[in-house]
């Protein structure tokens, strides 16, 4: 027993190493704009009296997240004026999408979405779309600031991070908007002002922290000749077609089974979160209610989860814990089917939510440490970036006409539905494990140090 608990312990011992320090500030950075044109936006919309299908459809803002693969060779490959001399590749690009970010969330608190969705809706497009940017900086930073070995801690803080950042974007922005509220009752628009402004204001935390973080050192050299395009500009191909053929030319046809599993991998818990909120109003909990319980609560447990996947991952190796997590998620959405039928209770709130989000750490930060194992640190912005749209394409489509699913059917069969779909996942996985593909996708991802972790001797 006391062999386990030391090597337990060895394995925290690794969170405080200076680049798992850093990726916890860079992960708060990037958790916080998701949940303000998401979560705490589809809260927004509702208390204004914004309708479920419409509410839905402007969930399409963060289809930037699954198509940043587009753009993300650029990052590989353009030097920013200035910036990129002063700050190296990563950060440079870190820097520019935070300043924006910011300014994006500034116009957001003084846009009134009763009278102006439209204005409204285009300044979320903007968050999103550099929030999306930042994310492929900042996964291409994760990826070569350290070595394979340390990749699933580096996952974990990533995770806590980013969840610490929603805490904020989601309890925070809340709790700011009920004291602003105070004992009115209806919509007002100012707290939502003041609570979107102080949001702009911290992510000024980000910049700080692309201030701290050292650059990576680059190893490796982009290949710019690739058989069978002599005829393209080597920079052409360098920037957007070489990162593609590279992750093809790897894995050969079982690129397309690992494609197909980070498709759906995440769909039950992304196209279940876009009618949470609304479904918080519409059983009548109030902004302090669900700042609390499920902006606090749950992401803390969310955070424990993060943590516990990152150890689980050094201890039995990512691709169970990828099974894992997929098994969680399932009865995570199936308590929420639970929930629906209870009326207004905050003690089952409680509960439900705080196993939906232990469950949903767990499986992230073991999906992050797949995806990261998959890509060549040659082309981690692109690579990183192809495979996480990937993740979030088909989920965040389908998740715009979940208003109208909720309209048509209730949120009952609405979250039957979503814990439905992971079904599929938990057979891809299987499938995945059986065939063995990936880097280092059945093996135990372990330091140097700690080399025995994983053993059940």
Not at 120 to 136: E, G, N, P
Not at 267 to 272: A, G, N, P, Q, T
Request: hydrophobic letters at 55%.
């Amino acid at each position: 027993m006391r062999e386990r608990w030391t090597r337990f312990c060895t394995v925290f011992q690794l969170y405080g190493q200076p680049r798992v320090r850093g990726m916890l500030v860079l992960g708060f950075s990037s958790g916080l704009p998701l949940l303000l044109v998401l979560g705490t936006l589809s809260f927004w919309l509702r208390e204004a009296g914004i309708n479920r299908a419409a509410i839905g459809h402007v969930s399409w803002v963060a289809l930037a997240y699954g198509l940043k693969w587009l753009w993300a060779p650029l990052l590989d490959r353009l030097r920013l004026p200035g910036l990129t001399r002063w700050l190296g590749r990563r950060r440079a690009w870190l820097l520019l999408t935070q300043i924006l970010i910011a300014a994006g969330l500034l116009g957001m608190s003084h846009t009134d979405p009763v009278l102006d969705l439209p204005r409204m809706v285009h300044w979320a497009m903007w968050v999103a779309f550099f929030s999306a940017t930042q994310d492929i900086a900042l996964d291409a930073w994760r990826i070569e600031a350290v070595d394979l070995s340390l990749q699933g801690v580096m996952a974990a803080a990533y995770q806590a991070g980013y969840r610490l950042g929603m805490i904020v974007a989601g309890a925070g922005a809340l709790g700011v908007a009920a004291w602003w509220t105070g004992s009115q009752s209806g919509y007002a628009l100012l707290p939502w002002q003041h609570a979107y402004l102080l949001m702009a204001c911290l992510m000024g935390i980000g910049v700080l922290a692309t201030f701290w973080v050292g650059e990576p050192a680059h190893t490796k050299k982009i290949v710019t000749n690739l058989p069978g395009y002599p005829a393209i500009r080597p920079w052409l191909v360098s920037t957007f077609i070489a990162p593609f053929a590279d992750f093809f030319r790897r894995y050969g046809w079982q690129a397309l089974l690992i494609l197909g599993l980070i498709a759906v991998y995440r769909i039950s818990d992304v196209v279940m979160g876009v009618m949470s909120n609304t479904f918080y109003v519409d059983m009548g909990y109030t902004k302090a209610e669900v700042a609390t319980v499920s902006k606090v609560y749950g992401v803390l447990m969310g955070l424990l989860g993060a943590g516990l996947g990152g150890v689980l991952v050094a201890r039995w190796g990512m691709m169970r814990v990828l099974l894992l997590g997929a098994v969680l998620s399932l009865f995570g959405n199936l308590l929420f089917v639970w929930l629906s039928g209870q009326g207004h209770n905050v003690p089952d709130l409680i509960w439900t939510v705080s196993a939906d989000n232990l469950a949903g750490g767990v499986a992230a930060s073991a999906f992050v440490t797949y995806l990261s194992s998959l890509t060549n640190v040659a082309y981690s912005a692109s690579q990183y970036a192809l495979l996480s749209s990937v993740m979030l394409l088909l989920p965040k489509f389908l998740a715009g006409f979940s208003g109208q699913f909720v309209d048509a059917y209730g949120y009952g069969l609405f979250f039957s539905a979503t814990a439905a779909m992971s079904l599929p996942v938990i057979v891809l996985v299987l499938w995945v494990m059986r065939a063995k593909i990936g880097v280092a996708g059945t093996q135990k991802i372990e330091h140097p140090c700690v080399s025995e972790i994983g053993s059940d001797d």
